[in-house]
Every structure is written in structure tokens, then in C-alpha cells.
């Protein structure tokens, strides 16, 4: 994973981040998704899935920057 990680380019991550880890833009369909989660009112299935769908993105963004940088030993 790490070394698959490494080789994606962060520039492509961000460019993901940004169109569809936000789309809709108005307002961003992740940030709807999470406040229903808070609120508990992710409920039905695709809820979830567009949770997972647009959250995607930044997850692998997260992981990008703590591992990718790294070299295993």
C-alpha cells in the first residue's frame, strides 16, 4: 500500500479533492454527508455510499501525505 501510495502523484490526489471529493460545489455534497452523520441522519444506502464516494478522495489525500513520503526500511 505504501509503495503503491508513493508512486500516485499527490497533484492528481488534489485535482481529485477538488472536483470530486467537493462536487456538487454548492454546497459540497461531503460536507452534507458528514453533517447528516453527525446529526444521524445518514440513513439511507446512498447516503452511505456518497459518504464513501466523495470521502474517497481525501481519505487517500490523509494517506498520501502520512505515508507516502516515507521509505520502508
Not at 38 to 66: C, S
Amino acid at each position: 500500500m505504501r509503495d503503491w501510495l508513493s508512486r500516485l502523484p499527490l497533484s492528481l490526489v488534489l485535482v481529485v479533492c477538488l472536483t470530486y471529493g467537493l462536487a456538487p460545489f454548492a454546497p459540497p455534497h461531503i460536507w452534507e454527508k458528514l453533517n447528516m452523520l453527525v446529526r444521524g441522519e445518514l440513513i439511507r444506502p446512498i447516503d452511505w455510499f456518497d459518504l464513501f464516494a466523495h470521502g474517497t478522495p481525501w481519505i487517500l489525500l490523509v494517506l498520501k501525505l502520512a505515508f507516502g513520503r516515507q521509505r520502508p526500511q
